[in-house]
Each structure stands twice: as structure tokens, then as C-alpha cells.
């Protein structure tokens, strides 16, 4: 059943008649986006070692959340429902379309937070994992205008920049600090741009990788640097950082040996 609305505005002294047609009848139920099947269990079994790994290299706690692109279709990301990374298991992981709605959520919540993956995943084909954290060292740099900057071989991975993203720019004006929506979900990807990092100012990073390990390891090593600038920086006199040629030559030696430190931490994380 449809019914007419009528409004009456005066503009210069006329009366103009605006009509709206409204539809009265409910409207449907929104349908689930259909599952494009399981994914490997290997990346599954990966992912769950990604939440625990990061809770006990203390840069997620209670709060923060980690994807992965889905092998079978890339129009596809895994995560977990809303719960605490560290308890994180297979049963767990959801699978969502880049809209970021799940495909069978039966009752289980979602990060508040998904438009981060779907939004990023939409904009960055070459990425197949994000990690959101609310690593403590790199607060300050989001909301001092000092730039981190790569100051170690491990990190060198920042030699691109890691711009800042702020919300209140996004959003038009005060807001949560969270990304809720798809439209800050994007705001937050275009900041993001092909780099590595992004800080959130206020709120915390999102680090971006080719693969699990890598998000993981980027991830570890952007609190680790943060922790040392700010040291180094306290210390007094200049600091020599890595210059850009260095960066890269360092990025390529140390990016070719992540799965050292990724076997070591997901055998530590799995055995909790």
C-alpha cells in the first residue's frame, strides 16, 4: 500500500507543492550473501595463531581484530565474531563479503570495526591480510604531528611514511572514534593509500600485508619501533633514522625471513 505525503514550503512568496511517494509495506529482510565455500583450514588454523600471536606480543588485548582474504574467492575476507583476539578459535571465524556482511552469522556478533577490511580490501588488491590494534606506542605519534619514522632494520618496512588518519576530518565533526561505517571504512583506506601503515588518531593503527605472517610481523615490529623512537627521541640530540635506500635494501633482506619469527611465535601462541 502506498499513500501521499504533501509539504508546503513558501520560496520568494509562491507556494510550491512538494509530493513524496512512500512505501508503507515493510521492507524485506536483508538475504545473506551466499558462502563461496570453506576456506583452506590451513588459513583458517593461521588466522586464529594471528589473534593469539598479537595478544602476546601486546599489541591487541581485549580489543583489536585481524583478517584474512579469503583463498577461494578474493571478493571474500575471514575474521572472527566480536570476541577478545586471545580466545579466538576456528569455530569462530566468519566469513564476509567486502560489503562486510557476514554470510552466516547465526546470532554471532560482528566487529563494530569490519568496514576497515572490507573497505581496504576493496581499494588494495595486493593485500590478503589487515590487522586494526590499539598498540600503545604508536598513540602519541597520532596525535602529535611527530612522524614515525623507520629507526631499525626490523622496521624498515615504514620507509614509505605512516600518514595519520582522522576521523573528525572523515566524519565531518566529533564523532566515536570508531570506524562504523563503510564511508569512514573508505576514508580510512584512501589515508592509507598503497603504504603500509596508517595511524588512527585517538584510536590506534592498521597495518596491511601480502600474508598473514607478514601483517603479523609488520604489526609486531610498528609497536616495537614506536617504543624506540619515542626512547630514542627522550634521549636528547638528533636521531639518525634509516634513509630511504637503506630502508628498502633492509625491507627486502629482513621481508625474506618472516617465517623465522612467525613458526617461533605461532608454536608459542597454538600451545597456550
Do not use: C
Request: proline share 8%; hydrophobic share 45%; no cysteine.
Amino acid at each position: 500500500m502506498v499513500s501521499l505525503t504533501r509539504r508546503w514550503f513558501v520560496t520568494g512568496g509562491a507556494l510550491v507543492l512538494a509530493a513524496a511517494a512512500a512505501d508503507l509495506e515493510p521492507a524485506p529482510a536483508q538475504t545473506a550473501p551466499p558462502s563461496v565455500g570453506p576456506a583452506d583450514p590451513r588459513l583458517v588454523e593461521d588466522l586464529v595463531a594471528a589473534n593469539r600471536i598479537l595478544a602476546d606480543q601486546n599489541v591487541l588485548d581485549g580489543y583489536g581484530h585481524v583478517s584474512a582474504r579469503h583463498d577461494r574467492d578474493p571478493s571474500r575476507y575471514l575474521m572472527s565474531r566480536s570476541l577478545a583476539p586471545e580466545l579466538v578459535t576456528a569455530g569462530d571465524v566468519l566469513e564476509y563479503d567486502l560489503d562486510s556482511n557476514p554470510v552466516d552469522a547465526r546470532d554471532r556478533a560482528s566487529y563494530l570495526e569490519r568496514f576497515i577490511h572490507g573497505e581496504i580490501y576493496k581499494a588494495r588488491p595486493d593485500v590478503r591480510a589487515i590487522v586494526h590494534n590499539h598498540s600503545p606506542s604508536v598513540i602519541p605519534f597520532g596525535v602529535t604531528g611527530v612522524p614515525l619514522r623507520p629507526l631499525y632494520h626490523m622496521s624498515a618496512f615504514l620507509w614509505e611514511g605512516v600518514p595519520v588518519f582522522d576521523i573528525r576530518q572523515a566524519a565531518g565533526g566529533s564523532s566515536d572514534m570508531l570506524v562504523r561505517t563503510p564511508a569512514l571504512g573508505r576514508a580510512l583506506a584512501g589515508t592509507l593509500g598503497s603504504r603500509t601503515a596508517a595511524l588512527m588518531r585517538g584510536h590506534g593503527a592498521v597495518v596491511v600485508g601480502p600474508s598473514l605472517p607478514q601483517a603479523v610481523f609488520r604489526s609486531v615490529y610498528l609497536e616495537m619501533n614506536a617504543r624506540l623512537q619515542a626512547q630514542a627521541m627522550a634521549l636528547g640530540g638528533p636521531v639518525t633514522y634509516l634513509d630511504p635506500e637503506e630502508a628498502k635494501q633492509a625491507a627486502g633482506a629482513v621481508g625474506s625471513t618472516v617465517l623465522r619469527p612467525w613458526e617461533l611465535w605461532k608454536k608459542k601462541a597454538l600451545a597456550k
